[in-house]
T-cell receptor, first 113, second 117 residues
């Protein structure tokens, strides 16, 4: 079985500041991990995914995430926040042989000017 | 190319009525998923279709929910005798075939926002 915990339902940062969105997972099989972004009234868009290759994964819009097995974490970061990054972010997991994604509760990111 | 499309984008219905939600996956994608996004439950898996295999219905919350996929392409999610707790955004996703170690990306549609009065 798999589960995801996103720490912080709401994160607020200033424009230009570091963005850090936390995700911890639990999986009984080697995990595959994903970050999706959802803008208002839109579907989910894939930011990046980890599928057992490099542990540091680079995604779109300057985001990256690092898979840390020892910490069971897959935190999302961006060095410098932009106003357009304001959205809801979801961490998700599935594993070898699994198809459905298990999502965290989401983190709403607000960017302050 | 065209992404996943869903219709209608919004649906308001009365308690007890049946509703049908439609999903058109990306051309060539053999896997199709339905998820539900609600305030209380977050994003939940409902059902998964892969080619001609039997669908994985393990996420359907009750027997009022059913889905079919005709011709390996378009899918319809049907909710019978709708209840107020069915109010949510229903998201459809599609991907290339997924099996074993291969984890293809799921591409999501914009969703159907269902409100049951």
């Amino acid at each position: 079985a798999q589960s995801v915990t996103q720490l912080g339902s709401h994160v607020s940062v200033s424009e230009g500041a570091l963005v850090l969105l936390r995700c911890n997972y639990s999986s009984s099989v080697p995990p595959y991990l994903f970050w999706y972004v959802q803008y208002p009234n839109q579907g989910l868009q894939l930011l990046l995914k980890y599928t057992s290759a490099a542990t540091l994964v680079k995604g779109i819009n300057g985001f990256e995430a690092e898979f840390k097995k020892s910490e069971t974490s897959f935190h999302l970061t961006k060095p410098s926040a932009h106003m357009s990054d304001a959205a809801e972010y979801f961490c998700a997991v599935n594993g070898w042989g699994a198809q459905k994604l298990v999502f965290g509760q989401g983190t709403r990111l607000t960017i302050n000017p | 190319g065209a992404g996943v499309s869903q219709s209608p984008s919004n649906k308001v219905t009365e308690k007890g009525k049946d509703v049908e939600l439609r999903c058109d996956p990306i051309s060539g994608h053999t896997a199709l998923y339905w998820y539900r996004q609600s305030l209380g439950q977050g994003l939940e898996f409902l059902i998964y279709f892969q080619g001609n295999s039997a669908p994985d219905k393990s996420g359907l919350p009750s027997d009022r929910f059913s889905a079919e996929r005709t011709g390996g392409s378009v899918s319809t999610l049907t909710i019978q005798r709708t209840q107020q707790e069915d109010s949510a955004v229903y998201l459809c996703a599609s991907s290339l075939a997924t099996s074993g170690r291969i984890q293809e990306t799921q591409y999501f549609g914009p969703g159907t926002r269902l409100l049951v009065l």
